[in-house]
């Protein structure tokens, strides 16, 4: 049974740091390009970062670049977003999600698979 579990989420002052962990049961990752998406109240889900399966090309969007890293431990079969300089519009609940295949994909509705969402709360 395919499974992507999130973790790591949590309550964070503005500024601080989380890591998030996308670990994965059922399938081997490495064929899997794994993408990080977030959802605020009343929002839209939107793509925040993704990787291929090689680890060879990466996503951000604007509004994370310098602050999140993507990376990947595909021995591990986890795939990580490291958030620094936290912001309290980044606030939402973060997902990820999972396709086999070796490019970058955008929109979420071309991801196969999704884990059950961990909460990020950016707040003073």
């Known amino acids: 049974q395919v499974q992507l579990v999130e973790s790591g989420g949590g309550l964070v002052q503005p500024g601080g740091s989380l890591r998030l962990s996308c670990a994965a049961s059922?399938?081997?990752?490495?064929?899997?390009?794994i993408g990080w998406f977030r959802q605020a109240p009343g929002r839209k889900r939107e793509g925040v970062s993704s990787?291929?399966?090689?680890?060879?090309?990466?996503y951000y969007r604007d509004s994370v670049k310098g602050r999140f890293t993507i990376s990947r431990d595909n021995a591990k079969n986890t795939v990580y977003l490291q958030m620094n300089s936290l912001k309290p519009e980044d606030t939402a609940v973060y997902y990820c999600?999972?396709?086999?295949?070796?490019?970058?994909?955008?929109?979420?509705?071309?991801?196969?698979?999704w884990g059950q969402g961990a909460q990020v709360t950016v707040s003073s």
């Open positions: 990787i291929t399966s090689s680890g060879g090309s990466t």
């Open positions: 999600a999972c396709r086999r295949t070796d490019t970058l994909i955008y929109d979420p509705y071309e991801y196969d698979y």
């Open positions: 059922g399938f081997a990752m490495n064929y899997y390009t």
